[in-house]
Protein backbone atom coordinates (compact mmCIF):
# COMPACT_ATOMS: atom_id res chain seq x y z
CA UNK A 1 0.00 0.00 0.00
CA UNK A 2 1.54 3.42 -1.17
CA UNK A 3 2.68 5.34 2.03
CA UNK A 4 0.40 8.21 1.23
CA UNK A 5 -2.71 6.12 1.23
CA UNK A 6 -1.71 4.12 4.48
CA UNK A 7 -1.13 7.59 6.36
CA UNK A 8 -4.99 8.96 4.72
CA UNK A 9 -6.90 6.27 6.19
CA UNK A 10 -6.46 6.84 10.06
CA UNK A 11 -6.88 10.46 9.10
CA UNK A 12 -10.07 9.26 6.97
CA UNK A 13 -11.52 7.16 9.82
CA UNK A 14 -10.70 10.32 12.71
CA UNK A 15 -12.66 12.81 10.72
CA UNK A 16 -15.64 10.23 10.24
CA UNK A 17 -15.07 9.91 14.30
CA UNK A 18 -15.30 13.59 14.52
CA UNK A 19 -18.25 14.34 12.31
CA UNK A 20 -20.37 11.36 13.89
CA UNK A 21 -19.35 13.19 17.14
CA UNK A 22 -20.40 16.48 16.25
CA UNK A 23 -23.73 15.70 14.56
CA UNK A 24 -24.60 13.69 17.34
CA UNK A 25 -23.78 17.08 19.69
CA UNK A 26 -26.35 18.69 16.83
CA UNK A 27 -28.90 16.28 17.28
CA UNK A 28 -28.83 16.76 21.06
CA UNK A 29 -29.57 20.45 20.30
CA UNK A 30 -32.00 19.80 17.42
CA UNK A 31 -33.75 16.20 17.34
CA UNK A 32 -34.43 16.82 13.78
CA UNK A 33 -31.13 17.17 12.47
CA UNK A 34 -29.83 13.85 11.01
CA UNK A 35 -27.87 14.97 7.80
CA UNK A 36 -26.87 12.31 4.90
CA UNK A 37 -28.28 9.70 7.04
CA UNK A 38 -31.94 10.09 7.99
CA UNK A 39 -33.33 7.25 5.70
CA UNK A 40 -30.65 5.13 7.67
CA UNK A 41 -31.44 6.23 10.61
CA UNK A 42 -34.69 5.23 10.22
CA UNK A 43 -34.26 1.93 8.43
CA UNK A 44 -31.16 0.85 10.02
CA UNK A 45 -31.11 -1.94 12.44
CA UNK A 46 -31.16 -1.31 15.98
CA UNK A 47 -27.84 -1.85 18.46
CA UNK A 48 -27.03 -0.44 22.09
CA UNK A 49 -25.10 2.71 20.99
CA UNK A 50 -23.04 4.50 23.88
CA UNK A 51 -23.75 8.42 22.64
CA UNK A 52 -26.70 7.96 22.93
CA UNK A 53 -26.77 6.54 25.95
CA UNK A 54 -24.78 8.93 27.81
CA UNK A 55 -26.77 11.46 29.16
CA UNK A 56 -28.90 8.66 30.69
CA UNK A 57 -25.68 7.56 31.91
CA UNK A 58 -24.80 10.84 33.41
CA UNK A 59 -28.59 11.17 34.97
CA UNK A 60 -27.63 7.90 37.24
CA UNK A 61 -24.29 8.65 37.77
CA UNK A 62 -25.71 12.20 39.17
CA UNK A 63 -27.89 10.73 41.78
CA UNK A 64 -24.49 9.76 43.60
CA UNK A 65 -24.25 13.23 44.09
CA UNK A 66 -26.91 13.18 47.49
CA UNK A 67 -23.85 11.85 49.24
CA UNK A 68 -22.21 15.39 49.13
CA UNK A 69 -25.47 17.88 48.89
CA UNK A 70 -27.31 15.66 51.55
CA UNK A 71 -31.33 15.96 52.19
CA UNK A 72 -33.90 17.94 53.90
CA UNK A 73 -37.53 17.33 54.09
CA UNK A 74 -38.29 19.78 51.39
CA UNK A 75 -36.32 18.26 49.10
CA UNK A 76 -38.06 15.22 49.47
CA UNK A 77 -41.02 16.80 49.34
CA UNK A 78 -40.25 18.68 46.18
CA UNK A 79 -38.82 14.88 44.48
CA UNK A 80 -42.12 13.00 45.29
CA UNK A 81 -44.45 16.34 43.97
CA UNK A 82 -42.28 16.77 40.95
CA UNK A 83 -42.10 12.63 40.39
CA UNK A 84 -46.18 12.53 40.66
CA UNK A 85 -46.92 16.27 38.39
CA UNK A 86 -44.73 15.30 35.72
CA UNK A 87 -45.74 11.66 36.04
CA UNK A 88 -49.53 12.80 35.09
CA UNK A 89 -48.46 15.12 32.38
CA UNK A 90 -46.48 12.14 30.67
CA UNK A 91 -49.79 9.67 30.91
CA UNK A 92 -52.82 11.91 30.73
CA UNK A 93 -51.29 14.00 27.78
CA UNK A 94 -47.92 12.43 26.48
CA UNK A 95 -49.81 9.35 26.06
CA UNK A 96 -53.71 10.00 26.37
CA UNK A 97 -53.76 12.99 25.07
CA UNK A 98 -51.06 13.24 22.41
CA UNK A 99 -51.00 9.37 21.22
CA UNK A 100 -54.47 8.53 21.40
CA UNK A 101 -56.45 11.73 21.29
CA UNK A 102 -58.23 10.32 24.41
CA UNK A 103 -60.16 13.95 25.03
CA UNK A 104 -59.50 17.62 24.07
CA UNK A 105 -58.08 20.74 25.42
CA UNK A 106 -57.48 23.89 24.43
CA UNK A 107 -54.16 25.10 22.35
CA UNK A 108 -52.70 26.86 25.47
CA UNK A 109 -53.32 23.94 27.84
CA UNK A 110 -51.60 21.27 25.29
CA UNK A 111 -48.36 23.52 24.95
CA UNK A 112 -48.17 23.80 28.48
CA UNK A 113 -48.11 20.11 29.05
CA UNK A 114 -46.08 18.95 26.10
CA UNK A 115 -43.48 21.68 28.22
CA UNK A 116 -44.25 19.85 31.63
CA UNK A 117 -43.72 16.76 30.32
CA UNK A 118 -40.23 17.27 28.19
CA UNK A 119 -38.94 18.86 31.65
CA UNK A 120 -39.03 14.39 32.11
CA UNK A 121 -36.04 14.41 29.81
CA UNK A 122 -38.44 11.58 27.40
CA UNK A 123 -38.21 13.72 24.66
CA UNK A 124 -40.17 15.46 23.05
CA UNK A 125 -44.32 15.18 23.14
CA UNK A 126 -45.06 14.76 19.12
CA UNK A 127 -41.77 12.07 19.65
CA UNK A 128 -43.15 10.35 21.81
CA UNK A 129 -46.76 9.78 20.41
CA UNK A 130 -45.22 9.12 17.14
CA UNK A 131 -43.16 6.01 18.97
CA UNK A 132 -46.30 5.11 21.14
CA UNK A 133 -48.43 5.04 17.72
CA UNK A 134 -46.33 2.84 16.24
CA UNK A 135 -45.65 0.24 19.49
CA UNK A 136 -49.71 -0.33 19.17
CA UNK A 137 -48.95 -1.04 15.64
CA UNK A 138 -46.72 -3.65 16.09
CA UNK A 139 -46.81 -4.42 19.48
CA UNK A 140 -44.68 -7.44 20.42
CA UNK A 141 -44.62 -8.43 17.08
CA UNK A 142 -41.32 -8.23 14.99
CA UNK A 143 -41.53 -4.48 14.10
CA UNK A 144 -42.45 -3.36 17.59
CA UNK A 145 -39.40 -0.75 19.01
CA UNK A 146 -40.14 -1.99 22.79
CA UNK A 147 -40.84 -5.61 22.26
CA UNK A 148 -39.52 -7.76 25.78
CA UNK A 149 -41.22 -10.96 23.84
CA UNK A 150 -38.91 -9.95 20.59
CA UNK A 151 -35.28 -8.37 22.33
CA UNK A 152 -35.38 -9.15 26.00
CA UNK A 153 -36.34 -7.12 28.86
CA UNK A 154 -33.51 -4.67 29.15
CA UNK A 155 -33.92 -3.79 25.50
CA UNK A 156 -37.92 -3.14 25.68
CA UNK A 157 -37.00 -1.11 29.42
CA UNK A 158 -34.34 1.26 28.14
CA UNK A 159 -32.20 0.19 25.21
CA UNK A 160 -34.29 0.84 22.66
CA UNK A 161 -33.69 4.77 23.26
CA UNK A 162 -30.26 4.52 22.68
CA UNK A 163 -30.52 3.22 19.10
CA UNK A 164 -30.27 5.82 16.25
CA UNK A 165 -33.28 3.82 14.38
CA UNK A 166 -35.64 4.67 16.89
CA UNK A 167 -34.46 8.43 17.20
CA UNK A 168 -36.02 10.57 14.10
CA UNK A 169 -39.63 11.80 14.55
CA UNK A 170 -41.88 10.22 12.30
CA UNK A 171 -44.07 13.09 11.60
CA UNK A 172 -46.21 11.45 9.24
CA UNK A 173 -47.80 9.51 11.82
CA UNK A 174 -49.12 12.81 13.90
CA UNK A 175 -50.11 15.22 11.27
CA UNK A 176 -52.59 16.01 13.80
CA UNK A 177 -50.09 17.46 15.86
CA UNK A 178 -47.06 18.68 13.58
CA UNK A 179 -49.45 21.58 12.51
CA UNK A 180 -48.81 23.48 15.70
CA UNK A 181 -45.30 25.44 15.16
CA UNK A 182 -45.14 25.44 18.81
CA UNK A 183 -45.00 21.68 19.35
CA UNK A 184 -42.78 20.90 16.51
CA UNK A 185 -40.42 23.74 17.96
CA UNK A 186 -40.70 22.20 21.30
CA UNK A 187 -39.64 18.46 19.65
CA UNK A 188 -36.86 19.74 18.30
CA UNK A 189 -35.61 21.30 21.18
CA UNK A 190 -36.04 18.63 23.78
CA UNK A 191 -33.20 18.91 25.84
CA UNK A 192 -33.71 23.23 26.10
CA UNK A 193 -36.72 22.38 28.34
CA UNK A 194 -35.00 20.08 31.10
CA UNK A 195 -31.80 22.30 30.90
CA UNK A 196 -34.12 25.31 31.97
CA UNK A 197 -35.95 23.26 34.42
CA UNK A 198 -32.99 21.97 36.38
CA UNK A 199 -31.32 25.32 36.16
CA UNK A 200 -34.50 26.93 37.77
CA UNK A 201 -34.40 24.20 40.59
CA UNK A 202 -31.07 25.19 41.24
CA UNK A 203 -32.11 28.70 41.35
CA UNK A 204 -35.02 28.44 43.24
CA UNK A 205 -33.08 26.49 46.10
CA UNK A 206 -30.17 29.19 46.52
CA UNK A 207 -33.13 31.69 47.06
CA UNK A 208 -34.83 29.14 49.55
CA UNK A 209 -31.04 28.85 51.20
CA UNK A 210 -30.67 32.57 51.61
CA UNK A 211 -34.69 33.22 52.26
CA UNK A 212 -36.19 30.47 53.77
CA UNK A 213 -32.81 28.82 55.89
CA UNK A 214 -35.40 27.03 58.35
CA UNK A 215 -35.79 24.56 55.29
CA UNK A 216 -32.55 23.58 55.16
CA UNK A 217 -31.96 23.18 51.54
CA UNK A 218 -30.05 25.00 48.62
CA UNK A 219 -29.25 24.98 45.49
CA UNK A 220 -27.49 21.68 44.94
CA UNK A 221 -29.46 19.69 46.88
CA UNK A 222 -32.79 20.52 45.45
CA UNK A 223 -31.07 20.14 42.15
CA UNK A 224 -30.02 16.68 42.36
CA UNK A 225 -33.07 15.62 44.54
CA UNK A 226 -35.78 17.72 42.10
CA UNK A 227 -34.41 17.53 39.04
CA UNK A 228 -32.09 14.39 38.90
CA UNK A 229 -33.67 11.65 41.58
CA UNK A 230 -37.03 12.35 40.49
CA UNK A 231 -36.65 12.70 36.95
CA UNK A 232 -34.47 9.30 37.04
CA UNK A 233 -37.56 7.45 39.27
CA UNK A 234 -40.00 8.78 36.55
CA UNK A 235 -38.24 7.81 33.94
CA UNK A 236 -38.13 4.17 35.09
CA UNK A 237 -41.60 4.15 36.38
CA UNK A 238 -42.74 5.10 32.63
CA UNK A 239 -40.27 2.60 30.90
CA UNK A 240 -41.76 0.09 32.99
CA UNK A 241 -44.77 0.10 31.19
CA UNK A 242 -42.77 -0.91 27.85
CA UNK A 243 -40.86 -3.89 29.88
CA UNK A 244 -42.84 -5.10 33.10
CA UNK A 245 -46.73 -4.20 31.80
CA UNK A 246 -46.06 -7.21 28.97
CA UNK A 247 -44.61 -9.40 31.24
CA UNK A 248 -46.00 -8.94 35.02
CA UNK A 249 -49.65 -9.16 35.56
CA UNK A 250 -52.81 -10.54 34.58
CA UNK A 251 -54.69 -10.94 30.94
CA UNK A 252 -58.11 -10.00 30.19
CA UNK A 253 -58.68 -9.77 27.21
CA UNK A 254 -57.41 -11.65 24.67
CA UNK A 255 -55.08 -9.31 22.76
CA UNK A 256 -53.06 -9.71 19.97
CA UNK A 257 -50.16 -9.20 21.94
CA UNK A 258 -48.82 -10.06 25.60
CA UNK A 259 -50.18 -7.00 27.32
CA UNK A 260 -51.05 -7.36 31.26
CA UNK A 261 -52.92 -5.48 33.89
CA UNK A 262 -50.97 -4.88 37.43
CA UNK A 263 -52.01 -2.85 40.01
CA UNK A 264 -48.36 -2.01 41.26
CA UNK A 265 -47.37 -0.35 38.16
CA UNK A 266 -50.84 1.18 38.20
CA UNK A 267 -49.63 2.77 41.55
CA UNK A 268 -46.49 3.82 40.27
CA UNK A 269 -47.30 5.35 37.33
CA UNK A 270 -50.80 6.55 38.19
CA UNK A 271 -52.87 4.19 36.28
CA UNK A 272 -50.60 3.55 33.46
CA UNK A 273 -50.29 -0.40 34.81
CA UNK A 274 -54.05 -1.57 33.64
CA UNK A 275 -52.32 -2.20 30.47
CA UNK A 276 -54.24 -5.01 28.90
CA UNK A 277 -57.13 -2.91 29.30
CA UNK A 278 -55.46 0.16 27.14
CA UNK A 279 -54.34 -2.48 24.59
CA UNK A 280 -57.65 -3.58 24.19
CA UNK A 281 -59.65 0.20 23.84
CA UNK A 282 -56.69 2.20 23.69
CA UNK A 283 -58.61 5.63 22.75
CA UNK A 284 -60.64 5.57 26.44
CA UNK A 285 -59.39 8.39 28.84
CA UNK A 286 -60.03 5.32 31.23
CA UNK A 287 -57.38 2.80 31.89
CA UNK A 288 -58.91 1.51 35.06
CA UNK A 289 -62.22 0.10 33.48
CA UNK A 290 -63.80 -0.64 36.67
CA UNK A 291 -64.12 1.30 39.99
CA UNK A 292 -61.73 -0.79 41.90
CA UNK A 293 -59.08 -0.73 39.15
CA UNK A 294 -56.98 2.44 40.67
CA UNK A 295 -56.39 5.11 38.03
CA UNK A 296 -55.36 8.26 39.55
CA UNK A 297 -54.56 9.96 36.33
CA UNK A 298 -58.54 9.62 35.30
CA UNK A 299 -59.54 11.05 38.11
CA UNK A 300 -57.59 14.07 37.74
CA UNK A 301 -58.87 14.34 33.90
CA UNK A 302 -62.20 14.36 35.40
CA UNK A 303 -61.50 17.02 37.80
CA UNK A 304 -60.32 18.50 35.08
CA UNK A 305 -63.17 18.48 32.73
CA UNK A 306 -65.30 19.98 35.28
CA UNK A 307 -63.25 22.80 35.34
CA UNK A 308 -63.80 23.25 31.39
CA UNK A 309 -59.77 23.02 30.81
CA UNK A 310 -60.66 19.40 29.08
CA UNK A 311 -63.55 18.14 27.53
CA UNK A 312 -65.16 15.19 25.32
CA UNK A 313 -63.59 12.25 27.33
CA UNK A 314 -64.21 9.42 25.38
CA UNK A 315 -65.62 6.88 27.30
CA UNK A 316 -65.61 2.80 27.39
CA UNK A 317 -68.10 1.02 24.33
CA UNK A 318 -70.54 -0.91 26.43
CA UNK A 319 -69.69 -3.90 23.70
CA UNK A 320 -66.12 -3.57 25.99
CA UNK A 321 -67.50 -4.49 29.10
CA UNK A 322 -69.58 -6.99 27.50
CA UNK A 323 -66.59 -8.85 26.23
CA UNK A 324 -64.97 -8.44 29.59
CA UNK A 325 -67.59 -10.36 31.20
CA UNK A 326 -67.25 -13.05 29.09
CA UNK A 327 -64.27 -13.81 29.53
Same mark, same amino acid.
Given at each position: ?9 ? %???? &? ?22 ? *? ?11 ? &???? @? ?34 ? /?? @??? @?????? $???? &? ?15 ? #? ?16 ? %? ?9 ? $? ?10 ? *?? $?????? /? ?44 ? #????? =????? +? ?18 ? #? ?13 ? +? ?7 ? #? ?9 ? *? ?30 ? =????? @? %? ?5
Amino acid at each position: MPPSLSQSLP %EKKK &RSVSHAALDLLRQWWDADHLPDRR *SKAQTGSDRFEWG &RATP @YILLHVACLAVIWVGWSWFALGAAIVLYLVRMFAIT /AF @YHR @YFSHRA $FRTS &RPVQFLFAVLGNTSMQR #GALWWAATHRHHHQHSDR %ERDKHSPQQDG $FLWSHIGWLTST *SN $FPTNYK /AIPDLARFPELVFLNRRDYAVPILYGIGLWVLGAILAQTAPHLGTN #GAQLF =IWGGV +ISTVLLLHGTLFINSLAHVV #GKRRFQTDDNSRNSL +ILSLVTLGE #GWHNNHHRFAH *SARQGFYWWEIDVSYYLLKLLSWTGVIWDLKK =IPDHI @Y %EEAGRT
